[in-house]
């Protein structure tokens, strides 16, 4: 069984294989994505736990803009958020 099922968002592929490998090795359910666009796509299609996404993305909005749109919508308003960034 899955311990919790979480979003990953991160336009490096590098930091989505770590998070994921990280993830997984306790036993979360991870599916990631590149862009806030998607990640909105998915959130609002499958049910998740916890989103983890980074605040600065080249294409496809930032993750400061992802959790704004995550907060203005009832239907997945309550769902943990973590920004992560590089910076």
Known sequence: FFMAHILI???QQSVL???EAL???DNHLV???TNAID???KLNNEPYDMVISDVVMSVGGTGL???RT???QPKIAKIPV???TGK
């Open 9 to 11: 968002v991160d336009d």
């Open 17 to 19: 294989m770590t998070l």
């Open 23 to 25: 993830l997984k090795s």
């Open 31 to 33: 599916t990631a994505c």
């Open 39 to 41: 990640a909105m796509d």
């Open 65 to 67: 803009a992802l959790l």
């Open 70 to 72: 995550i907060r203005s």
């Open 82 to 84: 973590i920004l992560l």
